[in-house]
């Protein structure tokens, strides 16, 4: 992923942690969503890191599984082209076949 959400409504943990300790956060973020890893932490930023982790791993998981949905969509709309595709050749050939029949019929 390029990108992670960190919502509005998780300020006032931030608000609570000393400057110095938010900054430790901030960086703990990119991290753990470049990673993967807990980073280590102090114990009042490993609380506040944890509340952000929740939202990050929902996050993740809704993402892949909408990429999921996408592949599969893009699948299924490959099938029907190619089905569609099928379905208007077979027309062309029964077309083809029925103006080779009335030709017979005029000739005979």
Same mark, same amino acid.
């Given at each position: #992923?390029?990108?992670? @959400?960190?919502? $509005?409504? @998780?300020?006032?943990?931030?608000? *609570? =942690?000393?400057?110095?300790? %938010? !900054?430790? =956060?901030?960086? /703990? =973020?990119?991290?753990?969503?470049?990673? &993967?890893?807990?980073?280590? @932490?102090?114990?009042?930023?490993?609380? /506040?890191?944890? #509340?952000?982790? @929740?939202? =990050?791993? $929902?996050?993740? &998981?809704?993402?892949? $599984?909408?990429?999921?949905?996408?592949?599969?969509? %893009?699948?299924?709309?490959? %099938?029907?082209?190619?089905? !569609?595709? &099928?379905? *208007?050749?077979?027309? %062309?050939?029964?077309?083809?076949?029925?103006?080779?029949?009335?030709?017979?019929?005029?000739? !005979?």
């Amino acid at each position: #992923m390029k990108s992670f @959400l960190i919502y $509005k409504h @998780l300020e006032p943990i931030v608000d *609570q =942690l000393p400057d110095k300790e %938010a !900054g430790k =956060l901030f960086k /703990a =973020l990119f991290e753990y969503e470049r990673t &993967q890893t807990i980073p280590k @932490l102090t114990e009042i930023t490993n609380l /506040a890191f944890t #509340m952000f982790k @929740l939202h =990050l791993d $929902k996050g993740r &998981q809704d993402y892949e $599984k909408r990429c999921e949905t996408n592949r599969n969509n %893009a699948k299924r709309k490959k %099938a029907i082209v190619t089905d !569609g595709k &099928q379905s *208007q050749t077979k027309r %062309a050939n029964i077309n083809k076949n029925i103006n080779i029949n009335k030709e017979w019929k005029d000739v !005979g």
